[in-house]
């Protein structure tokens, strides 16, 4: 009875101590969930690091060479990725914003069906680059002041912030220029002109919502279509 008895112990705890690994393993697998909100983090940290880095170690306009063809080139814009401006500051934060709910719901769904892997990740970088500049746009104009050169901004001033809330200026700071020469003379209206690749200014959420456009277009073209339809 004692052999028997001792027998059954030994089974229900290695059969207690299975489940325990089983649920672990469970609880520790990457979901699409998961690597999504990892992205989302990574991005964001990444991104919000940089950008407080540049504010607050150099002043507008100063540049650091890496290498011939990338710069540390601290910027500022009032629009959209790259620099470029077309459209009012305030309807531009509102905008991102509806677009950040937006994708934000849309990658809630997905990551609860059976999507590929590779296309959650891509929603997640765009999502993850476009609330990176929401939150320039939205908190920056009040939590940093923004002096003249050759001076560095203060995080928190004592004195407020340069702007009102949803007016900030996104930081920039990403320059490669990669290769520059000159147009021939003799080429109408540009002749004489330099040519400069790649010339604008971008920071670490302009890069992941590229990234992200990018891959969908190349390797879920046709599977962002199907999901379409369906």
């Given at each position: 009875?004692?052999?028997e008895q001792?027998s059954?112990c030994?089974?229900?705890?290695?059969?207690?101590r299975i489940?325990?690994?089983?649920?672990?393993?469970k609880?520790?697998?990457?979901?699409?969930?998961?690597?999504?909100?990892?992205v989302?983090?990574?991005?964001?940290f990444?991104?919000?690091?940089?950008k407080?880095?540049v504010?607050?170690?150099?002043?507008?306009?100063?540049?650091i060479?890496?290498t011939k063809?990338?710069?540390i080139?601290?910027?500022e814009?009032?629009?959209?990725?790259?620099?470029i401006?077309i459209?009012?500051?305030l309807?531009?934060?509102l905008?991102?914003i509806a677009?950040v709910i937006?994708?934000?719901?849309?990658?809630y769904?997905?990551v609860?069906?059976?999507f590929k892997?590779g296309y959650?990740?891509?929603?997640?970088?765009?999502?993850?680059?476009?609330f990176g500049n929401i939150?320039?746009s939205?908190?920056?104009?009040?939590i940093?002041?923004?002096p003249?050169?050759p001076?560095v901004a203060?995080?928190?001033p004592?004195g407020g912030?340069?702007?009102?809330?949803f007016h900030?200026?996104?930081?920039d700071?990403l320059y490669?220029?990669?290769?520059?020469?000159?147009w021939p003379?003799?080429?109408?209206?540009?002749g004489?002109?330099s040519?400069?690749f790649f010339r604008p200014?971008?920071?670490?959420?302009d890069s992941?919502?590229?990234?992200?456009?990018?891959?969908?277009?190349l390797f879920?073209?046709?599977?962002?279509?199907?999901v379409?339809?369906?």
């Amino acid at each position: 009875k004692h052999t028997e008895q001792a027998s059954n112990c030994l089974y229900r705890t290695s059969v207690i101590r299975i489940n325990n690994i089983t649920q672990f393993k469970k609880r520790m697998k990457l979901t699409n969930g998961k690597i999504a909100i990892l992205v989302i983090f990574l991005v964001l940290f990444i991104d919000q690091f940089t950008k407080i880095w540049v504010k607050t170690h150099m002043y507008l306009g100063q540049d650091i060479e890496i290498t011939k063809w990338f710069y540390i080139l601290f910027i500022e814009n009032n629009g959209m990725a790259f620099g470029i401006e077309i459209i009012s500051k305030l309807f531009l934060s509102l905008f991102r914003i509806a677009a950040v709910i937006f994708i934000g719901y849309y990658l809630y769904k997905i990551v609860h069906r059976p999507f590929k892997r590779g296309y959650v990740v891509c929603i997640a970088l765009i999502l993850a680059g476009a609330f990176g500049n929401i939150i320039d746009s939205v908190f920056y104009g009040v939590i940093f002041d923004n002096p003249a050169p050759p001076f560095v901004a203060t995080l928190f001033p004592e004195g407020g912030g340069y702007q009102s809330l949803f007016h900030g200026k996104v930081v920039d700071m990403l320059y490669f220029p990669l290769f520059r020469f000159y147009w021939p003379d003799w080429i109408p209206f540009i002749g004489g002109d330099s040519f400069e690749f790649f010339r604008p200014v971008f920071n670490i959420a302009d890069s992941a919502i590229t990234i992200g456009v990018i891959v969908l277009l190349l390797f879920y073209r046709k599977y962002l279509a199907s999901v379409s339809k369906n």
